[in-house]
């Protein structure tokens, strides 16, 4: 059951559609309200269908993408808006409508106009305040406290308005409009390349700094020296929840750097996983490797697998139920905490690996006794004649070429690239599902 169905009712798909009906839909929408086919309409007109389609673009860039959708169907929209589930509303928005303004972050200043507020109960086009650009703070965490939660203090360095001159940079009124530049921040510069051809060249002012304004050396604040800003060392506790993903961010509201006149934009701490040694993820659910030897795989066994929450599951197989080596069993709610629900939880997995007898391990004793105990050898008659050969086979060597094919690899002794592997597994069409099995 999916929190609500607008996007869905963009495209005119069901919340059940697939990948290929959606895709198809937005082709044909897009197809038919696409902003260059309405040439001859009024103004009016234009912007309606501009918007129409900007919509149609948004809802299939959310429907199309695994973990926007699985973000939009639990928790709707407001879940897209307020970054529930990873999933931050500016990193959304900024890479399907322009971003949230300029070079600083915020505002709609080189946005695009037509962003589609609507969706959000919202106005269209209403211009913000400029921020300042978001500051970015990588923190390293282990699998471990994504799986159980932590409370960390960081400490991280920003510019903050000088408490001397209250950002101006010096006494009141000494600011004066920079003359290189006439107070735009900028310079243009015409450079000749040839007959004819000019090249325009802009660039920041240096007498200002980019600012438009300059202060006298005798009127600068003694205490930023005219810069209006000064460093600051700042401690923030981050709480990072159980579930939380690798790669995604905690957003501290107006923790930037600051500058004079305009909104301090956000500190963004992301989460970068360290590799585990034995446990890997994919969204909920966990995976495990483990080898068996073969008397385990033919007779059972009970195994000790430590969990990520210091806990020790008892992994119990009866004898009788042979494991084939690549064998996948599931433990059922042993997965990863979902983000936000973290009283429900994946699946865990475990793939068995299988470990041989090493060659001429066992002698002829042994293996007549083997041969009692297991299934019978099938019967074969041997065909007898001078057309008939006795050969022997050697261990396959991947590294010797084939003279048929003059190359190296498995592919010179006429096997495919990759025979036996997963890889060619899932170019067939994916892998087989697996069956949760309670044993």
């Known amino acids: 059951m999916v929190k609500e169905t607008k996007l869905y009712d963009l495209l005119n798909v069901s919340p059940t559609a697939g990948d290929s009906e959606i895709r198809k839909a937005y082709y044909k929408l897009a197809k038919i309200n696409h902003p260059d086919k309405f040439h001859d309409v009024s103004p009016e ?36 808006k307020d970054g529930i589930g990873g999933t931050e509303f500016e990193d959304i928005f900024s890479h399907l409508f322009g971003g949230f303004g300029g070079g600083g972050g915020g505002g709609f200043e080189g946005g695009n106009p ?10 269209r086009g209403r211009p913000q305040k400029r921020r300042t650009q978001n500051m970015a703070y990588p923190l390293k965490v282990n699998l471990e406290d994504l799986y159980n939660g932590l409370t960390k203090t960081i400490e991280f360095e920003r510019s903050v308005l000088c408490s001397g001159c209250q ?7 000494a ?3 920079c003359k290189k530049c006439n107070g735009r921040g900028f310079t243009v510069q015409y450079r000749q390349l040839g007959p004819g051809m000019v090249q325009q060249v802009q660039g920041v002012c240096k007498d200002c700094s980019g600012e438009g304004e300059v202060i006298d050396e005798k009127d600068r604040c003694k205490q ?3 810069k209006k800003t000064i460093k600051q060392k700042k401690k923030i506790e981050v709480h990072v929840e159980k579930g939380m993903s690798d790669g995604q961010k905690i957003t501290f509201r107006g923790e930037s750097n600051q500058e004079p006149g305009v909104d301090t934009g956000d500190l963004l701490v992301i989460l970068q996983q360290n590799e585990h040694d034995l446990f890997t993820r994919n969204q909920d ?12 795989a033919l007779c059972g066994f009970k195994i000790v697998v430590k969990h990520l929450d210091g806990r020790k599951l008892v992994l119990k197989h009866p004898a009788g139920e042979i494991l ?6 599931a433990i059922p709610n042993e997965g990863m905490p979902m983000y936000k629900h973290p009283t429900e939880k994946g699946n865990l997995y475990v793939k068995f690996d299988v470990k041989f007898p090493d060659n001429n391990s066992l002698n002829e004793d042994a293996i007549a006794k083997l041969e ?6 099938p019967k074969i008659e041997i065909p007898q004649g001078e057309h008939v050969d006795e050969v022997s086979m050697v261990e396959f060597d991947a590294t010797r070429g084939s003279k048929s094919s003059g190359g190296p690899g498995a592919s010179g002794f006429g096997f495919p690239t990759g025979y036996g592997s997963d890889e060619e597994d899932d170019e067939a069409g994916g892998g087989q599902r697996v069956e949760c099995n309670t044993h």
């Open 175 to 177: 600011s004066v409009s």
């Open 372 to 377: 009692t105990l297991l299934p019978p050898k």
């Open 45 to 80: 007109e234009k912007e309606k269908a501009e918007e129409k389609f900007k919509e149609i673009k948004f809802a299939y860039e959310v429907l199309n993408d695994p973990s926007k959708r699985e973000t939009y169907d639990r928790y709707g929209l407001e879940g897209l």
């Open 114 to 123: 037509f962003f589609p507020f609507d969706l959000f109960g919202g106005s």
């Open 167 to 173: 950002g101006s940079g010096g006494k009141s009124g």
């Open 324 to 329: 084939a080596p690549g064998s996948i069993r």
């Open 224 to 226: 930023c020296n005219g």
């Open 285 to 296: 659910d966990l995976f495990i490797t483990h080898v068996i030897n073969i008397t385990e």
